[in-house]
């Protein structure tokens, strides 16, 4: 830490001398001695005689105090105690006034970015941020005992009743405090804004003006305004319709039985749907025989006792009543049509807050739709006038492929002025201010199930035709995709205890609108709409 004592190093124009605290600057500019040192505390813990310094800050818990400003920073060098039309001095501290280059720090030579001053300010003096002049625009984070002053005119740094503007990029958190021990922010107006959302998660991005993570700080004369939250990603849509008979029919379609002496149809199988499901599979066909011809297999999966239920053929047992079409019959039954998917649950539940930001719930993902069942095999006949064994029957159709789900929506971002995760904040006339949340991204469609493949014809021979496999069962509907959960309008965020006592609800303005909810997914089977946000002037996670 007093690496910077062993030799001349130049700051700026400030230059810290050899061996000693004695600071000075180049002509016009800031004089800090050993004095001001002793007096005022210039690395944040205080003088040779135990002076004021950021240390001292007393920041037991977040609230609202009636006092005029703090004792972070002494009367003559603190804009809010200013006499009337009085200038900061030049050895208060360093100074920014934001969009000049080439500055050194010093009041006639001001920084053009926080940035600067934070970096270059290794006595941790008090930093002014002049407030008539460009908007501050960029990101800081404090880790110390950093004190930032706004609330002074940029010509002759006098006290101005307007706040020192500060925004930062888009999806930027202007002022990130963290692990703080006494930090100052003084007399300034903060903005965040939001855009677009995370391509990965479709989580909307949040807009949060300012996130205090295990941190102590005071902040006073504040306004915090968090833009609107971004709407969350709409969810990936699951068109046209899964593999089946109508794109493949080959794959799906039955096998003809073969005619005297040839076996029955094969099995016809189709493992590879892309939802998944396992294995559908066309019974195959029944034998031909010398005596009585054999029955078919069932189609499978058998996933159900409801009718139809791809029983098989039986075979031709040479009674009179036997035929394809009589009961029992010869012919395959058809399979069943596969499940559709289920409806995924609603987004409702509250999102998370941590040093990271703002999580919401997303839309569940629709569940795929369940492959249909094959058909049963067609049972096979007599031998008849064929050689030795009769005519077989044909193989059931393979069921269709089920529909893939659609994906979920994102959940809109939140637009939170104050986060505060385990931090013990005081504020004294701060004014906290949430836009809307983002909307929920609406749940993609799910896709429609394939249709199962036709059931093969039995051969003919020896004067007899075999039986029919029945045809494959439609594979089930995906399911649409959820909406995603609405951003929450938030005051006041806080991780662990709710602060007590805590900043006046009077000083908290949220949205008046919930943000809606993303519509569901579409498809034969709709999703469901996501939850709505939450507008809370606090709220605890």
Same mark, same amino acid.
């Given at each position: 830490?007093?690496?910077?004592?062993?030799?001349?190093?130049?700051?700026? !124009?400030?230059?810290?001398?050899?061996?000693?605290?004695?600071?000075?600057?180049?002509?016009?500019?800031?004089?800090?001695?050993?004095?001001?040192?002793?007096?005022?505390?210039?690395?944040?813990?205080?003088?040779?005689? %135990?002076?004021?310094? $950021?240390? $001292?800050?007393?920041?037991?818990?977040?609230?609202?105090?009636?006092?005029?400003?703090?004792?972070?920073?002494?009367?003559?060098?603190?804009? &809010?105690?200013?006499?009337?039309?009085?200038?900061?001095?030049?050895?208060?501290?360093?100074?920014?006034?934001?969009?000049?280059?080439?500055?050194?720090?010093?009041?006639?030579?001001?920084?053009?970015?926080?940035?600067?001053?934070?970096?270059?300010?290794?006595?941790?003096?008090?930093?002014?941020?002049?407030?008539?002049?460009?908007?501050?625009?960029?990101?800081?984070?404090?880790?110390?005992?950093?004190?930032?002053?706004?609330?002074?005119?940029? &010509?002759?740094?006098?006290?101005?009743?307007?706040?020192?503007?500060?925004?930062?990029?888009?999806?930027?958190?202007?002022?990130?405090? $963290?692990?703080?021990?006494?930090?100052?922010?003084?007399?300034?107006?903060?903005?965040?804004?939001?855009?677009?959302?995370?391509?990965?998660? &479709?989580?909307?991005? $949040?807009?949060?003006?300012?996130?205090?993570?295990?941190?102590?700080?005071? @902040?006073?004369?504040?306004?915090?305004?968090?833009?609107?939250?971004?709407?969350?990603?709409?969810?990936?849509?699951?068109?046209?319709?899964?593999?089946?008979?109508?794109?493949? +029919?080959?794959?799906? #379609?039955?096998?003809?039985?073969?005619?005297?002496?040839?076996?029955?149809? +094969?099995?016809?199988? @189709?493992?590879?749907?892309?939802?998944?499901?396992?294995?559908?599979?066309?019974?195959?066909?029944?034998?031909?025989?010398?005596?009585?011809?054999?029955?078919?297999?069932?189609?499978?999966?058998? @996933?159900?006792?409801?009718?139809?239920?791809?029983?098989?053929?039986?075979?031709?047992?040479?009674?009179?009543?036997?035929?394809?079409?009589?009961?029992?019959?010869?012919?395959?039954?058809?399979?069943?049509?596969?499940?559709?998917? !289920?409806?995924?649950?609603?987004?409702?539940?509250?999102?998370?807050?941590?040093?990271?930001?703002?999580?919401?719930?997303?839309?569940? #993902?629709?569940?795929?739709?369940?492959?249909?069942? %094959?058909?049963?095999?067609?049972?096979?006949?007599?031998?008849?006038?064929?050689?030795?064994?009769?005519?077989?029957?044909?193989?059931?159709?393979?069921?269709?492929?089920?529909? &893939?789900?659609?994906?979920?929506?994102?959940?809109?971002?939140?637009?939170?002025?104050?986060?505060?995760?385990?931090?013990?904040?005081?504020?004294? *006339?701060?004014?906290?201010?949430?836009?809307?949340?983002?909307?929920?991204?609406?749940?993609?469609?799910?896709?429609?199930?394939? *249709?199962?493949?036709?059931?093969?014809?039995?051969?003919?021979?020896?004067? @007899?035709?075999?039986?029919?496999?029945?045809?494959?069962?439609?594979?089930?509907?995906?399911?649409?995709?959820?909406? %995603?959960?609405?951003?929450? !309008?938030?005051?006041?965020?806080?991780?662990?205890?709710?602060?007590?006592?805590?900043?006046?609800?009077?000083?908290?303005?949220?949205?008046?609108?919930?943000?809606?909810?993303?519509?569901?997914?579409?498809?034969?089977?709709?999703?469901?709409?996501?939850?709505?946000?939450?507008?809370?002037?606090?709220?605890?996670?």
């Amino acid at each position: 830490m007093r690496a910077w004592l062993r030799s001349s190093v130049a700051v700026g !124009s400030v230059v810290l001398a050899a061996g000693g605290l004695a600071l000075s600057a180049s002509s016009g500019g800031c004089v800090f001695t050993d004095t001001y040192c002793s007096k005022y505390g210039c690395d944040g813990t205080g003088g040779a005689g %135990g002076a004021t310094s $950021s240390s $001292s800050v007393t920041t037991s818990t977040t609230s609202t105090t009636t006092m005029s400003s703090t004792s972070a920073v002494t009367t003559e060098c603190d804009p &809010l105690k200013l006499t009337a039309d009085a200038s900061i001095s030049a050895t208060c501290g360093v100074f920014v006034e934001p969009g000049k280059t080439g500055g050194t720090g010093a009041q006639s030579a001001p920084f053009g970015t926080l940035a600067e001053a934070l970096s270059m300010n290794p006595m941790n003096l008090p930093i002014y941020v002049c407030s008539t002049g460009a908007a501050l625009d960029e990101g800081a984070t404090l880790s110390g005992t950093e004190r930032l002053l706004g609330g002074v005119t940029c &010509l002759d740094w006098k006290a101005s009743s307007t706040k020192t503007a500060w925004t930062a990029p888009t999806n930027t958190t202007p002022l990130t405090l $963290s692990s703080t021990t006494g930090a100052l922010v003084q007399s300034f107006a903060i903005t965040s804004a939001a855009s677009s959302f995370d391509g990965a998660t &479709l989580q909307g991005n $949040s807009s949060i003006a300012v996130l205090a993570d295990n941190a102590t700080a005071t @902040f006073e004369n504040v306004d915090i305004v968090a833009g609107g939250g971004a709407p969350g990603g709409e969810g990936q849509d699951e068109a046209g319709q899964a593999p089946g008979r109508g794109d493949m +029919p080959a794959s799906f #379609d039955g096998t003809m039985g073969g005619t005297c002496n040839l076996a029955g149809g +094969p099995a016809k199988v @189709f493992s590879t749907c892309p939802a998944g499901g396992g294995m559908t599979e066309g019974g195959k066909g029944g034998d031909g025989a010398n005596g009585n011809g054999a029955a078919g297999l069932g189609g499978l999966p058998n @996933f159900s006792a409801v009718e139809p239920n791809g029983t098989p053929g039986v075979g031709d047992d040479g009674s009179g009543g036997w035929s394809c079409g009589a009961t029992p019959s010869g012919n395959g039954e058809f399979g069943h049509d596969g499940p559709n998917g !289920s409806p995924a649950p609603a987004a409702v539940a509250a999102g998370n807050l941590t040093a990271a930001g703002y999580l919401g719930a997303a839309g569940g #993902d629709g569940p795929n739709g369940g492959i249909g069942q %094959g058909g049963g095999g067609g049972g096979g006949r007599r031998k008849g006038a064929c050689s030795t064994t009769g005519a077989s029957g044909g193989s059931g159709g393979a069921g269709g492929c089920g529909g &893939l789900g659609g994906a979920g929506g994102g959940a809109g971002g939140a637009s939170i002025a104050l986060a505060s995760i385990n931090s013990t904040l005081t504020l004294t *006339d701060v004014h906290l201010t949430a836009s809307n949340g983002g909307n929920g991204g609406a749940g993609g469609d799910g896709q429609q199930g394939g *249709d199962g493949g036709f059931g093969a014809g039995g051969a003919s021979g020896g004067g @007899f035709t075999a039986c029919q496999g029945g045809s494959g069962g439609k594979g089930g509907d995906g399911a649409g995709g959820g909406g %995603g959960k609405g951003g929450p !309008s938030i005051g006041l965020a806080s991780v662990g205890p709710a602060p007590e006592p805590a900043i006046d609800d009077a000083n908290i303005v949220v949205s008046a609108s919930p943000a809606p909810g993303g519509a569901p997914g579409g498809g034969n089977v709709l999703g469901l709409m996501g939850g709505a946000g939450d507008t809370n002037k606090k709220a605890t996670f």
